[in-house]
């Protein structure tokens, strides 16, 4: 992960991280490594909650990179900013997107919790559970993603 983002832009954190990769973007937009930038620096965004600015890295790194092996990545969490900005429609159209694209994926029960909170929300206890089933059925008890499932079901009346 690029030496951990220099080492969070040596000890000034993330946004120090996000800036060193906006950075090397404008210096080096051609370079192989731009890709990766592309990705890492709307990942960072995410982890900032800043929502807005991640959602536009990731349609732009889309846009960029469509066959990159980070695409799958990015759609999901271009749609967890989506969510995250309360922009249900646009997360459920990139979740049911990467689940119908990327099933066998190691983030498919990721986008099964988030597509059921997002189902939870507009009031689909249908589709919600549904998505909450897939999870529990994949996942041990012990994994975060299973509880979260566990608590969307119990929450469903």
Not at 43 to 53: A, Q, T, W
Not at 65 to 86: K, T
Not at 127 to 140: C, E, T, W, Y
Request: aromatic residues 8%; proline residues 5%; positive net charge.
């Amino acid at each position: 992960r690029r030496r951990q983002d220099r080492a969070r832009a040596r000890h000034g954190g993330l946004d120090a991280a996000v800036a060193l990769y906006e950075k090397f973007l404008v210096e080096f937009p051609k370079r192989a490594q731009a890709r990766e930038a592309h990705f890492r620096r709307a990942k960072l965004l995410l982890s900032l909650k800043r929502n807005n600015e991640a959602w536009a890295g990731f349609d732009s790194f889309l846009s960029r990179f469509p066959g990159s092996p980070d695409a799958a990545e990015a759609l999901l969490r271009r749609g967890e900013a989506s969510a995250l900005n309360l922009a249900d429609e646009a997360a459920l159209t990139d979740l049911d997107g990467f689940i119908a694209r990327h099933p066998a994926s190691a983030l498919i029960s990721e986008a099964f919790v988030l597509r059921g909170e997002l189902r939870s929300r507009k009031a689909d206890p249908a589709g919600a559970k549904a998505d909450f089933q897939q999870v529990v059925s994949r996942l041990a008890p012990a994994d975060p993603l299973y509880q979260r499932a566990s608590q969307g079901l119990a929450a469903i009346p």
